[in-house]
């Protein structure tokens, strides 16, 4: 057998990341005539075994402090060198090696691609999804029958909020009404052709809101309404949110995309497809200050879909108007809102009714807001509140650079949803 070349040198960097790491192990081919610390992912230099006349062990060269000063490249540079390397191994096993080197996996054009990518990546910090701090307050409102004191008593507590120092400000879901499919159709308003007139039946909660933006200068999502179809033969109903600019103007609007169709046996029963028609798009609404929010309502919160193509898409925070149950609440209301905001890393913002025992339907109430590692920042109990909290650009950006998910995404894998064909806009609008 021919003898094998004295010194064979591969250098790697004195404090590799894990990474390096893990591909120099995935790399080396133990000799077997080596001793276990040779083979050790700290080495600095391996050598191929000398000829069967010298020892056996595996002998550690170190380059002289000025050779190791002049070829002291880049940690990058380094890591090319290293991943290009023509020789498939750091030792040449012996025959009786075989097995060992059957299962040897030299690193591939497309591994070692996507190494340098992400490493390259790293380097450069993305720009902040949420430009500066904003203060965001969810107001747990109580609301009755009466639509005209349920408007009154929304504009009292959204100016409160403003006075507090709230630049954004959330109402519940069905803030203007009960809650139920007996109501949806006595308490729903036209909202389109947008703005509608200036009627006092037929539109009063959309410029009530445009009003408490405005008188407030704060960017307001209101809860959610009933809706009823701009044609009348239609028959149909939505549960919409609106949301406002600082100066009145409506920003967007989202009707309900999933509806809220459950049957627990002994415990509760509703649909709301017996009243309501579902919405056919995603509300991302543009902040110029700010960034870009997420709207959606209450049992929209289940799909994780819509909020992933929502962070996907640089959403700083996920808003969900919403009123769960006193069944479903308990397990699952504070679960999903964590649950959404550790999967993207933003905040998430739950706005429920305060709870009223007496009306036919019993809402959960705790509202809460949750910053991007699923901490819960602050949460309400079941009664009538205010509750706000800061919303920095710099928690979004710690948490993703703690645990990156973004760069580690395997979309080699599975598809991306934000990639995919999604609807903005509502295909009657």
């Known amino acids: 057998m021919p003898e094998p070349p004295v010194t064979t040198r591969v250098r790697v960097h004195s404090r590799p990341s894990a990474v390096a790491a893990r591909q120099l192990h995935q790399l080396a081919v133990p ?29 550690f060269r170190l380059p002289s402090v000025q050779t190791r000063r002049a070829m002291r490249p880049s940690p990058i540079r380094h890591l090319s060198l290293l991943l290009s390397s023509s020789s498939p191994r750091l030792c040449r096993p012996s025959p009786s090696a075989g097995a060992a080197a059957r299962h040897h996996h030299p690193v591939t054009p497309l591994l070692r691609s996507r190494f340098l990518a992400r490493t390259m990546a790293s380097s450069s910090a993305p720009p902040p999804v949420l430009k500066q701090p904003v203060k965001l307050a969810c107001i747990q409102l109580a609301s009755g029958a009466d639509k005209a ?66 008188d407030n200068a704060v960017y307001l999502v209101g809860g959610s309404i009933p809706e009823r179809d701009p044609d009348p033969a239609s028959g149909k109903f939505y549960n919409t949110s609106l949301v406002f600019g600082p100066d009145g103007k409506l920003l967007d609007t989202f009707r309900k995309v999933h509806l809220f169709d459950i049957d627990i046996p002994g415990k509760i029963t509703f649909r709301e497809s017996e009243v309501l028609s579902a919405g056919n798009k995603i509300a991302l609404v543009d902040l110029p200050e700010y960034g870009t929010i997420a709207v959606a309502i209450c049992y929209d919160v289940r799909f994780p879909e819509l909020a992933t193509i929502a962070a996907r898409k640089g ?115």
């Open 149 to 214: 004191a349920n408007l009154r008593h929304a504009a009292e507590q959204v100016a409160a909020a403003a006075r507090s120092g709230a630049r954004i400000v959330v109402l519940p879901e069905c803030f203007n009404s009960p809650y139920g499919t007996q109501f949806f159709p006595r308490y729903a308003e036209t909202l389109l052709p947008s703005p509608p007139p200036k009627d006092a039946d037929a539109a009063p909660s959309f410029h009530a809101l445009a009003a408490m933006a405005a």
């Open 315 to 429: 959403a700083f925070a996920l808003i969900y108007p919403g009123a769960f149950n006193l069944t479903t609440g308990d397990l699952h209301w504070k679960l999903l809102a964590r649950a959404r905001a550790i999967d993207n890393q933003i905040y998430v913002a739950m706005c429920s009714p305060a709870r009223d025992m007496s009306a036919t339907y019993h809402a959960w109430g705790h509202s809460m807001i949750v910053d991007p590692m699923a901490k819960v920042l602050v949460e309400a109990d079941e009664k009538e509140t205010i509750i706000e909290t800061e919303l920095t650009g710099d928690a979004i950006a710690e948490a993703r650079r703690n645990i990156p998910l973004n760069t580690q995404r395997r979309f080699d894998v599975y598809p991306d949803v934000s990639q995919g064909k999604i609807q903005f806009e509502e295909p009657s609008s």
């Open 31 to 59: 000799c077997p005539s080596a001793s276990p610390r040779a083979t050790s992912s700290r080495i600095h230099t391996a050598l191929i075994p000398p000829p069967p006349s010298t020892s056996s062990r595996l002998r």
